[in-house]
T-cell receptor, first 117, second 114 residues
Framework: DSGVTQTPKHLITATGQRVTLRCSPRSGDLSVYWYQQSLDQGLQFLIQYYNGEERAKGNILERFSAQQFPDLHSELNLSSLELGDSALYFC????????????????FGPGTRLTVL | LAKTTQPISMDSYEGQEVNITCSHNNIATNDYITWYQQFPSQGPRFIIQGYKTKVTNEVASLFIPADRKSSTLSLPRVSLSDTAVYYCLVRPIVLVYNFNKFYFGSGTKLNVKP
């Protein structure tokens, strides 16, 4: 158990819909990262937040957005869903803002499996 | 951005030592090398990280030659439970405003047989 929690575990929805994935980081961790993992794309970095502020952006679509709240939990919002958005979505957390020290290890949650029908 | 190249898959037997090599020819001076393990439908789990020479922990060893263009993850005496995908990740020390700096690659699927 990494200490990172994600809800829901599974999500089934239809094309065109909007969903929200939730992540609670490990106690004491200030950074949250979101990743998408699909069968043909591998593990893709989406976005990183540190203490409520966006810090780094990866391959995140404009239909996707995220935020980190004052209590440090984060939500990933996916809208106008397409079949290709079906994937595992992982959240990770770390102590530091993005690597100012070599010990900035990311701890991953169990993931949310999104199925778009 | 330093991309990585790993073998797609490897087979081994229980009790053997397994070495997985990762190539990262464009590694930068401020890049660290990190390895993660991932079981099906689970999040990746940190294994080991290093900058140069050799790093060892209770799970694995990481060997990095002087030119740092490659690294080798060594798993001693693997068991069936070590069957997983192993990712080599090259990441810079300072990531503020550095986009797309978390590149996991496709990983190496290790299959441990009895």
């Amino acid at each position: 158990d990494s200490g990172v929690t994600q809800t829901p575990k599974h999500l089934i929805t239809a094309t065109g819909q909007r969903v929200t994935l939730r992540c609670s980081p490990r106690s004491g961790d200030l950074s949250v990262y979101w990743y998408q993992q699909s069968l043909d794309q591998g593990l893709q970095f989406l976005i990183q937040y540190y203490n409520g502020e966006e810090r780094a952006k990866g391959n995140i679509l404009e239909r996707f957005s995220a935020q980190q709240f004052p209590d440090l939990h984060s939500e990933l919002n996916l809208s106008s869903l397409e079949l290709g958005d079906s994937a595992l979505y992982f959240c990770a957390s770390s102590v530091y803002p993005g690597g100012s020290t070599s010990t900035d290890t990311q701890y991953f949650g169990p993931g949310t499996r999104l199925t778009v029908l | 951005l330093a991309k990585t190249t790993q073998p797609i898959s490897m087979d081994s037997y229980e009790g053997q030592e397994v070495n997985i090599t990762c190539s990262h020819n464009n590694i930068a001076t401020n890049d660290y090398i990190t390895w993660y393990q991932q079981f099906p439908s689970q999040g990746p789990r940190f294994i080991i990280q290093g900058y140069k020479t050799k790093v060892t922990n209770e799970v694995a060893s990481l060997f990095i030659p002087a030119d740092r263009k490659s690294s080798t993850l060594s798993l001693p005496r693997v068991s069936l439970s070590d069957t997983a995908v192993y990712y080599c990740l090259v990441r810079p020390i300072v990531l503020v405003y550095n986009f797309n700096k978390f590149y996991f690659g496709s990983g190496t699927k290790l299959n441990v047989k009895p």
